[in-house]
C-alpha cells in the first residue's frame, strides 16, 4: 500500500480553543475518504492543514512524500500535488471560464499558453463543461460553477484532491451533477478526501469514512460503519443527518 496522507497524533488550537486533539489517520493512493461530522467538529480544519492552510501545534502530517513540518518544507510543490475545492468556487469574476483554468498552469507550473489552453479544455470536457470555455462565471449555474473550480484544480495535475463541502451551497437539482463529476474522478483512481453531508454519496463511493466528533476520530471504517455505527454520537449524527 502506498500512503499518499498520513496523519499521526495532530493536534490544532486557535487560541484556547483545541479543535483538534490527536487526529490520526492515513490514506492510501486511489483512496476515496469521507468526513463526517457536526459543524465544528474539525473537518475543515484538519483538511486545511493537510494542504498547510494552518499550521499544526503537535503531531506529524506526511502529505505526497511532503513532511509538513521539516525545515525545508516545499511549499510550492505541496500546492501542485494538492487540489482542494471549498464550498464557495472563488472564481475571478472577470477572467472567462478558460481564463480562470489556465491561469494556475501559466502562473503555477510556468506552462506555454497554448498547451495550458489545451489542457484547460481536456479538463472542462472532463467535467462536462466543453462548451462552457469562453463564459464569464456569472453566466453559469451554481452547480457549473463549481465544476469550474474543479477543473481548474484538475489543471495542476495534483496526486490528491480535497474537497470541503463542495455542493453545501447548491440547489439541491445541481447537487448530484457535481457529485457525479467527483465520482467519476474517484472511478479513474484520483485519491480523494471529502468533507461532505451527502451520506448517500459517502455510502456509494468512499473507501474509508471518518466520523469526527469534538475533534478527534470519533469512528472510522468502511461506509458500512453508518450502516451499524458504534457509539451514540455516529448513532444520532446518521439518524438526524445534522
Ligand atoms: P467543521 O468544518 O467540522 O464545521 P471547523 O474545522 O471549521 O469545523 O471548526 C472547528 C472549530 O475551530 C470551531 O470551533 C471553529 O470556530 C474553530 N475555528 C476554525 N477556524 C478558525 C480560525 N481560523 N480561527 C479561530 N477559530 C477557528
Ligand atoms: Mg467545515
Redesign the pocket.
Known amino acids: 500500500m502506498h500512503t499518499v496522507v498520513e496523519l499521526q497524533g495532530v493536534h490544532k488550537r486557535?487560541?484556547s480553543?483545541t479543535?483538534l486533539r490527536g487526529v490520526s489517520f492515513q490514506v492510501a493512493r486511489g483512496e476515496v475518504v469521507a468526513i463526517i461530522?457536526?459543524?465544528?467538529?474539525?473537518?475543515?480544519?484538519?483538511l486545511r492543514c493537510i494542504n498547510r492552510l494552518e499550521q499544526i501545534d503537535a503531531g506529524q502530517i506526511s502529505v505526497c512524500g511532503h513532511a509538513l513540518h521539516a525545515a525545508g518544507l516545499d511549499l510550492r510543490g505541496l500546492r501542485r500535488d494538492v487540489g482542494i475545492v471549498f464550498q464557495g468556487y472563488n472564481l475571478f469574476p472577470h477572467l472567462t471560464v478558460l481564463q480562470n483554468i489556465t491561469l494556475g498552469p501559466t502562473a503555477v507550473k510556468r506552462m506555454p499558453a497554448d498547451q495550458a489552453q489545451t489542457l484547460a479544455q481536456q479538463v472542462l470536457a472532463r467535467v462536462g463543461l466543453a462548451d462552457k470555455a469562453g463564459a464569464y462565471p456569472e453566466q453559469l449555474s451554481g452547480g457549473q460553477q463549481q465544476r469550474v473550480a474543479i477543473a481548474r484544480s484538475l489543471a495542476l495535475q495534483p496526486q490528491l484532491m480535497l474537497f470541503d463541502e463542495v455542493t453545501s451551497a447548491l440547489d439541491p437539482e445541481l447537487t448530484g451533477e457535481v457529485l457525479k463529476v467527483m465520482e467519476q474522478m474517484a472511478s479513474e483512481g484520483m485519491t480523494m478526501i471529502l468533507?461532505t453531508h451527502e451520506m448517500a454519496f459517502a455510502r456509494r463511493v468512499a473507501d474509508q469514512v471518518i466520523f469526527?466528533h469534538q475533534g478527534q476520530v470519533w469512528e472510522q471504517g468502511g461506509p458500512e460503519i453508518l450502516d451499524a455505527p458504534v457509539t451514540p454520537e455516529l448513532r444520532s449524527f446518521v439518524g438526524t443527518g445534522l
Not at 37 to 46: F, P
Open positions: 486557535f487560541g480553543n479543535v461530522g457536526k459543524s465544528g467538529s474539525g473537518k475543515s480544519t484538519a468533507v469526527m
